[in-house]
């Protein structure tokens, strides 16, 4: 499939979420659990997009293609670019053997461990006792980063929720100085041209600072906005729980203008992990 045929795919009308994490990310299902899922809701077109990793969507394709439903290769990128908070980048329909691709892939995962030592480390040294076994029982180690730690904490009884070990303890100075190396923006949207993919900006809205108004934020966002497609992004995830239904149509009028792919997905992780994406659509 060509990118044309790709796009023109992910622009259908087949009901379709076009993002989902799994276990082998920061979901809670398997590839196959997910899917099921999906299926039986009358989901027509999938794509697995865990974070920096495929190895949800190379499970994901043959299972899906034995239920029946249309799926695409897809990675949720970590990235950094100038005067942005953590901005993800969505992959679809890459070839996952390119050698670019998997060489960014090991990088990241060996950037990933180091942190997570330091993490590990920090959050020791105040006495919470975490161990590799804990961490090991959480998604079977496939995948370990801060929600890692914060369901062992949950378990352990030292927060009540997830969301309170980010919006609490994460936040603490020790910790909150243990940062993540992640590839630029613009490296990371070549990795997927490169390997035969299309590139699109995750959920825009999260660029929003906590502090800022819609006002102030709308001009920031249209400049991430021009700078991206700069880049050569693809496509804008237009429909997103972290917007409200003006802020989305005003996201679809960008993309229709710039010539970009619209696309949609739930940012689904599990039933319980619900997160709080209302306060995008404050004033």
């Known amino acids: 499939m060509n990118k044309e045929e790709l796009r023109a795919l992910m622009e259908s009308d087949l009901k379709k979420d076009l993002h989902m994490h799994t276990c082998f990310s920061d979901g809670a299902m398997t590839p196959e659990e997910l899917i099921s899922m999906r299926v039986d809701e009358g989901y027509e077109l999938l794509s697995i997009t865990d974070h920096d990793g495929i190895g949800g969507s190379l499970i994901g394709m043959p299972f899906a293609q034995s239920a029946r439903v249309t799926f695409i290769y897809g990675i949720e990128f970590d990235s950094e670019d100038e005067g942005c908070k953590d ?18 892939l090991e990088e990241i995962l060996v950037e990933r461990a180091r942190r997570n030592d330091k993490f590990m480390a ?17 998604n079977g180690g496939r995948y370990v980063g801060k929600p890692t730690f914060a369901v062992i904490l949950k378990h352990k009884g030292i927060v009540e929720s ?7 303890l994460f936040r603490e100075p020790d910790l909150r100085s243990i940062k993540k190396v992640t590839l630029s923006t613009k490296r990371v949207i070549d990795i997927i041209h490169n390997a035969g993919g299309l590139a699109v900006l995750a959920h ?17 966002l249209y400049e991430i906005l ?3 497609v700069s880049y050569g992004i693809d496509g804008l995830e237009c429909h997103h729980p972290s917007a409200d239904p003006v802020q989305q149509e005003e996201l679809v009028a960008y ?18 992990h619900k997160r709080d994406f209302t306060r995008y659509h404050r004033p």
């Open 162 to 168: 997830m969301q309170d070990a980010f919006n609490g």
């Open 255 to 272: 993309a229709k203008e710039h010539g970009l792919m619209i696309t949609r997905g739930s940012d689904f992780h599990s039933h319980e």
């Open 204 to 220: 825009p809205l999260e660029q929003r600072r906590r502090e800022e108004s819609y006002e102030e934020f709308r001009p920031r």
């Open 87 to 104: 901005v993800h980048m969505l992959g679809y329909g890459f070839d996952p053997e390119d050698p670019m691709l998997r060489e960014a």
């Open 122 to 138: 920090a959050l020791n040294e105040r006495g919470y006792n975490v161990t590799l076994d804990d961490i090991g029982s959480v």
């Open 226 to 228: 021009d700078r991206m």
